[in-house]
Each structure stands twice: as structure tokens, then as C-alpha cells.
Nanobody, 116 residues
């Protein structure tokens, strides 16, 4: 089991940018996939982006393609989510996760609020 701690959320004006970070402790295997979900008030948690730990192959939900970029730093055991051109519909709590063969582990989330 790994532990994940997110940071980087905040209040930002529409059109601005943020970079979210997720630092992972515990052993990471190359077979793991990490990523981000988000949950807006009154809505279900939705997938945003993922990245494979070994090759760095990425995947995005269609609605964020071109604005969001997921990346990882193996040395720092950290994944990032760069969010550009923020709009109020991006307001949500963002959670990082890691998929292992046995489980999906979650961080506690970081709040992103976009003002219009």
C-alpha cells in the first residue's frame, strides 16, 4: 500500500493556471498507473487523467485534452497535473490515485476553485 498527499490547489481566476502535485510514499512498482480524478459539489467523482509509472504513457478524459497535462518525476516520486486556462467548471476537489494489482489507493484531495 502507498500513501498519497496532494498539494497545489487554491482559488484562481478564470483563465489562470495551477499545478497540482501528488507525492507518493511507499514502494512503487513499474506496473503501477497513477492519475487524477475530480469531484465537483453534487456530482460524482470523474476520471481526469492517468499516467503509467514505467513508460509515462498518458490518458485524458476528452473534456480536458489540450488544457491539462499529467506528468511524473520518478526521482521525487511525484505526479503532477498542470491545469491551464481554468474555467469555473473546473471547480472541484482533485484526488490523485494509484492503481496496484490489489487495490486503488487515494489521496485526501486538494480543492481547486475557479472564480469567474
Amino acid at each position: 500500500q502507498v500513501q498519497l498527499v496532494e498539494s497545489g490547489g487554491g482559488l484562481v481566476q478564470a483563465g489562470g493556471s495551477l499545478r497540482l502535485s501528488c507525492t507518493i510514499s511507499g514502494r512503487i512498482f513499474n506496473s503501477y498507473t497513477m492519475g487524477w480524478f475530480r469531484q465537483a459539489p453534487g456530482r460524482e467523482r470523474e476520471f481526469v487523467a492517468s499516467i503509467t509509472w514505467d513508460t509515462g504513457r498518458t490518458n485524458y478524459v476528452d473534456s480536458v485534452k489540450g488544457r491539462f497535462t499529467i506528468s511524473r518525476d520518478k526521482d521525487k516520486k511525484t505526479i503532477y497535473l498542470q491545469i491551464n486556462t481554468l474555467n469555473p467548471e473546473d471547480t472541484a476537489k482533485y484526488y490523485c490515485y494509484t492503481n496496484t494489482p490489489l487495490s486503488r489507493d487515494w489521496g485526501q484531495g486538494t480543492q481547486v476553485t475557479v472564480s469567474s
